[in-house]
């Protein structure tokens, strides 16, 4: 008996292959909140399915890493206290790994997930 479409489709992916970011990023807050310094360090894995992609990111990591200290950097502290701030945080950080794959090597494919490892506000 044959396994309904869903299940082949979950089971014939490829294993998860992970890229430890190789340096946690530290930023300062360009809108700070109540007029005080605000930094956010952020650790993070991102997750692929083929070794090319991952590759790929890290050829290119310098690129990536100035863009994402880039968008961490324009964040608003106090929008970074809910589940739902962090969230989209994360979803920016992986549009924007996904932006420089596409125009450093179009070719590679995407990154498929960002975890951060470590979130930390002050």
């Given at each position: 008996?044959?396994?309904?479409?869903?299940?082949?489709?979950?089971?014939?992916?490829?294993?998860?292959?992970?890229?430890?970011?190789s340096a946690p990023f530290i930023v300062n807050f360009s809108e700070q909140s109540n007029e005080q310094v605000?930094?956010?360090?952020?650790?993070?894995?991102?997750?692929a399915r083929q070794q090319n992609v991952?590759?790929?990111f890290a050829q290119h990591e310098p690129a990536i890493v100035h863009d994402l200290l880039m968008l961490f950097y324009s964040q608003n502290y106090?929008?970074?206290?809910?589940?739902?701030?962090?969230?989209?945080?994360?979803?920016?950080?992986?549009?924007?790994?996904?932006?420089?794959?596409t125009r450093l090597q179009p070719t590679a494919g995407g990154i498929e997930?960002?975890?951060?490892?470590?979130?930390v506000r002050q």
């Open positions: 008996r044959a396994a309904p479409a869903d299940q082949l489709t979950l089971s014939s992916k490829a294993a998860p292959i992970y890229y430890d970011v605000r930094y956010l360090q952020i650790k993070m894995k991102v997750m991952i590759n790929a106090d929008d970074l206290s809910t589940s739902e701030g962090t969230q989209a945080l994360q979803q920016a950080s992986l549009r924007t790994i996904n932006d420089v794959l997930a960002v975890y951060f490892t470590s979130l």
